[in-house]
Structures are given as C-alpha cells and as structure tokens.
C-alpha cells in the first residue's frame, strides 16, 4: 500500500490526490498495528512455552544430578575403582551436564529445545518486519501532512515523532534478533 501512495502522488490525473494516499496509509496504518498486536501476542504465548520447557529441562537436569550423586557416593563406599582413592578417580559428571544441559537462556539441547530458539528468533524478525513496515507508513504520513501544506504542520510532526519512536523499536528489535547464542 505505500508503493501505490508513492505512485498515487505523481498521477495528476487523480483528484484529491493527497486524501487519498493519506486514507491509504491510515487504513494500512491500522492494519499493521494489528498484525503486530498479533505477533506480540505470539510473542508473549510462546515465551510462556518455553518457561515451560525450561523448568522440564531443570527438573531434569536436577534428576540426572540426584542420580549422580548417588552413584558418586556407592563408589565412595565401594573404596573407588579398583584401589584408586576416590579423589582421585575423574568425575565425568560436569560434562555429562554441560552435553545434555542448556545454553544461557535455560533451553534445553535438544530438538524441542532448538525449535524453540528458531521459533523465538522468526518471531522476533517478524516483529522487526512489522515495525520496519509500520515506521515508513508513519514517514509517509508525515510525507503526505507536509504536502497537504500548513493546517496540517501539527499531524506532520506526531507523523514524523512516531516513526522516530517506531525506529528505536526496530533497533531493539534487531539487538534481539541478532544476539550470538553460545552453543
């Protein structure tokens, strides 16, 4: 819709040419704001799922730590392995966490885990898409209140201060998208 604004300006053939980009850009003004209330809201159900799947992969963790423990103290009480004092037998239990544990976000590693983390990053870049879209209807807005001269230099202004703030939007949004996950 703010390909045909551009184009409907330059046509002089239109009559009322300014009304009519301007309804265009509010109409689709509103339908972006819808569509990002819906991502935002799939957005906020999906961060749930995945507390979900966090507290699953640290009760887990838990379990598997309570067994190891377990096993650590039977070998203790055995007297180690084959005569080795138990200081000195190499415990492998730290890595068996860290293979089957989380990243930073408390995600599990494992294929629920990783679709999750996909899932979350396409959300993320969606929203961004979403705000990109929204910040240059709002430029045009201001555009079209510039062109349709002085009684309109107020709406100019909230035009142009909205795509201003819808900017640091999309920056917030590109330093979620972005961020480097250690694996």
């Known amino acids: 819709m703010a390909y045909a604004t551009q184009i409907m300006q330059h046509d002089v053939s239109i009559d009322q040419r300014p009304q009519k980009c301007l309804e265009i850009l509010l109409r689709a003004e509103k339908e972006a704001d819808e569509i990002i209330a819906d991502v935002l809201f799939a957005i ?4 749930a799922e995945g507390v979900e799947l966090k507290a699953e992969a640290a009760s887990l963790r838990a379990a598997r730590g309570e067994e190891q423990r377990f096993r650590r103290d039977v070998r203790d009480e055995r007297g180690g392995i084959q005569g080795i004092r138990p ?27 990783e679709e999750h983390l996909h899932k979350s ?15 240059r209807l709002k430029f045009l807005q201001g555009d079209m209140y510039h062109w349709m001269g002085e009684s ?31 694996e």
């Not at 906020?44 to 961060?47: I, L, V």
């Not at 068996?96 to 544990?101: A, N, Q, V, Y």
């Open 87 to 113: 200081h000195m037998v190499d415990d492998d239990s730290s890595l068996d966490d860290e293979d089957e544990s989380s990243d930073d976000s408390g995600l599990p590693k494992t294929p629920a885990g």
């Open 44 to 47: 906020t159900k999906h961060d």
């Open 152 to 182: 309109k230099v107020a709406e100019e202004a909230t035009s142009y201060k909205a795509a201003d703030e819808i900017r640091g939007k999309i920056l917030k949004c590109t330093f979620c998208s972005y961020q480097v996950v250690p």
């Open 121 to 135: 990053r396409a959300l993320q870049q969606r929203l961004r898409d979403c705000y990109l879209t929204l910040h």
